[in-house]
């Protein structure tokens, strides 16, 4: 199949794959992870407005909103309740460099929808819509508003029209591009992907609204190379977020730009080229984190890397228990070779 580049506002990346935001997952060696596999774009974890704001100059988790010279473009995510806090934290993730601004209208977590936030919203476009128009008025001209939506907050008529109807309000005040979900919030990540919605909204952007190059971005159940093409060609999104797929398996990006591409795949990674990428991580990490944290942040991924080598529960109970970096490199030599 041909795929067309993906733009979104002053942005334009040549395949239209984006690693999404993933809660306790796309810190930033992470994302520089998906962008050297072959991401044309990574976003961060998703912020609330109010940790963004309370960051002092002086912590380290001001660590988490730095952005390198080498991560353009990159795009931080937001979360909260408050249009005047969201407009707040989004102009000084600007401060910090980021690209672009995405607003979660989408996570599905229940603390989070009991909060307002998130999901919640889905149910509530008036104040969804508030708070997309202050902050898309509040931003520079050249950073980009993109909004994370589900397919409703539940399967009823009524949240049906909601959805449709935050969809058109976001239209009308500007935001860049959309990312939709296949699932409701009520449906949290259970059962399947609706794609047959995807599609349609998609269609009703052309149809309906007369906007066929408006970017909507496909999410939900990415996990091969083989299932974002057919995706991609079904329903007709201008590009794909690339989420639970990816973790431990940065290779997910290299597969897909070469099937969407007419590439033939790659081959799999050989276990050398396996532990070359489990150690840079593992240093990326340690430069984020510190030494003495590093082992314990990746173990959440290193369980999902040894799903691809062949004494997967043997390998996965040793990342499990180990606890600094001799370890870990004992592992990979044991495991991976030296």
């Not at 774009?41 to 309370?54: K, P, R």
């Not at 889905?122 to 950073?143: S, T």
């Not at 290779?251 to 897909?256: A, N, P, Q």
């Amino acid at each position: 199949m041909t795929v067309a580049p993906l733009t979104i506002g002053p942005l334009t990346f040549s395949v239209p794959i984006i690693q999404a935001p993933l809660s306790g997952y796309s810190d930033a060696p992470m994302r520089r992870l998906a962008r050297r596999f072959g991401a044309s774009f990574a976003l961060c974890e998703v912020f609330l407005d109010q940790f963004v704001m309370n960051v002092s100059k002086r912590s380290k988790a001001r660590l988490y909103l730095a952005v390198r010279d080498t991560d353009h473009p990159c795009g931080a995510q937001l979360m909260g309740s408050d249009p005047d806090e969201f407009v707040r934290a989004a102009l000084r993730l600007c401060e910090f460099g980021f690209d672009l601004i995405d607003l979660n209208f989408a996570c599905p977590v229940p603390k989070v929808v009991g909060r307002c936030r998130g999901g919640h919203l889905m149910a509530h476009p008036e104040h969804a819509l508030a708070i997309a128009k202050k902050v898309r008025d509040a931003l520079p001209a050249n950073i980009p508003l993109t909004v994370k939506l589900r397919k409703g907050f539940d399967e009823s008529p009524v949240s049906r029209m909601h959805f449709f109807e935050l969809l058109h309000g976001l239209l009308d005040c500007g935001v860049s591009a959309i990312t939709l979900h296949g699932r409701t919030v009520r449906q949290r990540y259970e059962g399947q992907a609706d794609w047959s919605f995807v599609a349609e909204v998609k269609q009703y952007l052309i149809e309906d609204e007369c906007r066929p190059d408006f970017p909507l971005i496909g999410s939900g159940d990415l996990l091969s190379a083989e299932i974002c093409r057919r995706r991609m060609e079904e329903s007709g999104v201008n590009g794909l977020a690339l989420a639970r797929g990816i973790i431990g398996n940065p290779w997910l990006f290299r597969e897909v730009n070469a099937i969407l591409t007419g590439e033939p795949l790659p081959s799999p990674p050989s276990l050398d080229e396996q532990r070359e990428v489990l150690l840079w991580h593992f240093d990326e990490v340690a430069a984020l984190y510190g030494e003495n944290r590093a082992a314990t942040v990746m173990r959440k991924f290193a369980v999902r890397y040894a799903q691809r080598h062949p004494q997967y529960e043997e390998l996965r109970q040793a990342f499990v228990v180990v606890k600094n970096r001799a370890g870990w490199e004992k592992i990979l030599s044991d495991f991976y070779g030296k």
